[in-house]
């Protein structure tokens, strides 16, 4: 079984930064993305950013150039540091994970406990 703990939200004002991080344990046989979504109340979850095994990554096009997602495979973590946020930032982020626990295993998602993120002006 896996397990992902998030950590690293708060409050922050506008303008200001915060970094969230993921971190996994268990049977990991190969990661094929992490991704970060996050849902504001009454909204449906959206996909903010991801990054593959190859290190590529894509970003929801309202966080471009204020959000960047990097990992740290020995630490088995995904991180998210948010730059220049705004009001609209403000929801609970979810890491997700996609990866494979064994060789020739199938594809499966794993998702973290969410953590509030608030941005206040």
């Known amino acids: 079984q896996v397990q992902l703990v998030e950590s690293g939200g708060g409050l922050v004002q506008t303008g200001g930064s915060l970094s969230l991080s993921c971190a996994a344990s268990g049977s990991i046989f190969s990661i094929n993305a992490w991704r970060w979504y996050r849902q504001a109340p009454g909204q449906e979850r959206e996909f903010v950013a991801s990054?593959?095994?190859?290190?590529?990554?894509n970003y929801a096009d309202s966080v471009k150039g204020r959000f960047t997602i990097s990992r740290d495979n020995a630490k088995r973590t995904v991180y998210l540091q948010m730059n220049s946020l705004k009001l609209e930032d403000t929801a609970v982020y979810y890491c997700?994970?996609?990866?494979?626990?064994?060789?020739?295993?199938?594809?499966?998602?794993?998702w973290g406990q969410g953590t509030q993120v608030t941005v206040s002006s």
């Open positions: 990054i593959t095994g190859g290190f590529t990554s």
């Open positions: 997700n994970l996609d990866m494979r626990p064994t060789f020739g295993g199938s594809r499966r998602d794993y």
